[in-house]
């Protein structure tokens, strides 16, 4: 957690109605993002990431709902007791949001510079010269050569990675405190990645907003991030600074993610998976979530939903292995009275 935090997420529930019952997307996160900070949201696909993302926007469409009792407060704002109208000012001033498809978020039949343009003049009410010049001004901020040029290009005439810089120039227009990039590299090949996640630290660093970076990569959160959130089954798993994650993950999930991250020089074809896949959300097991795919699993994983238990002072996991690691040798031992001892929120 962090003191006097940007954004502040607090035991979130986003429910969807489905021909099986609630899904249960996110079931009681709780995180925060510090001023100028850049948070990885990390997990499969399915761990409730991107609906994470959705609520903060307030972007749940009619079938899902934030539950009663979430609270999400950007810069002292509760957004939930926004109204619609008050949230619209939100989007976009003081969040920006960027998907994995550049092409999706933008206009074909539109300039860029015309879409960049467009955005000062609605959102700040810039002259049309002044919003040309805006316009011209993003595109070179986010590293496109040539930009008067560039501006009376449309997307279709860029190279993908060139679209997605269009893309977060067209999110930073209005110099929003927090970015939230969804998968922003996962549609691009790994030399642009690495390009794009050089741009977004570059810009941040510039501009000193927030970035609350989604996912499914550990890599990427390596690269970028100072902090990490790992999701699963629709809760936080484990939660801690980079440098500490990759030096000791105490959650076996996250341990299964870092196997499964390409090494340099490493053969694709000895990449480690985790087996099995996510739950359905409408089904949650009982106990641990991630039992069924765990090594170590023993008969209290079932029994028991486990907390998220605090490992020093910002580094938590919601598995007992963080308080009992001997477990990992002997999964079968006896549960232990004190299990809990320990247990955080
Ligand atoms: Fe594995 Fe049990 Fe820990 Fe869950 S609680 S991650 S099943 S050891």
């Given at each position: ?32 993002v510090g ?52 949230m ?30 467009e955005?000062?003049?609605v ?33 279709h ?69 100072s ?7 629709g ?49 949650w ?6 039992r ?11 029994r ?42």
């Open positions: 957690m962090t003191a006097d935090p940007l954004l502040e997420v607090n035991d979130l529930h986003t429910t969807f109605a489905t021909d099986a019952g609630p899904a249960r997307a996110v079931d009681g996160v709780s995180f925060t001023r100028g900070e850049t948070v990885g949201l990390v997990g499969e696909s399915g761990c409730g990431k991107s609906v994470t993302a959705l609520s903060i926007l307030r972007l749940i469409d009619g079938a899902g709902r934030i539950e009663k009792g979430s609270r999400i407060v950007l810069e002292g704002r509760d957004l939930l007791s926004l109204s619609e109208r008050e619209r000012g939100v989007r976009g001033n003081r969040v920006a949001m960027i998907w994995q498809e550049p092409l999706s978020a933008l206009n074909p039949v539109m300039t860029v510079g015309d879409q960049i343009a955005v000062a003049r959102h700040a009410g810039a002259s049309r010269a002044d919003a040309r010049a805006k316009a011209v001004e993003m595109l070179r901020l986010v590293g496109i050569a040539d930009p008067e040029q560039r501006a009376h290009e449309y997307p005439q860029l190279s993908g990675g060139m679209r997605q810089r269009v893309v977060i120039a067209l999110a930073l227009v209005m110099s929003p405190a927090l970015l939230i990039a969804d998968e922003p590299t996962t549609a691009l090949d790994v030399t642009i990645q690495a390009q794009i996640l050089e741009l977004l630290a570059e810009v941040q660093q510039r501009m000193g907003m927030s970035i609350l970076l989604i996912t499914h990569d550990l890599g990427v959160v390596a690269e970028t991030a902090r990490v959130i790992v999701m699963y089954a809760e936080v798993v484990e939660e801690a600074g980079v440098r500490e994650l990759f030096a000791a993950a105490h959650h076996p999930y996250t341990e299964g993610l870092m196997r499964a991250m390409p090494r340099v020089g490493g053969s694709a074809e000895r990449l480690a998976t985790i087996p099995g896949a996510v739950p359905p959300p409408t089904d097991p009982h106990g641990c979530r991630f069924e795919r765990c090594p170590y699993a023993w008969e209290l994983c079932e028991e939903h486990p907390p998220l238990y605090q490992i020093g002072d910002a580094h938590r996991s919601r598995c007992p292995l963080a308080i009992e690691p001997e477990r990992r040798n002997h999964p079968h031992l006896p549960i232990a009275a004190a299990t809990n001892a320990g247990a955080g929120a």
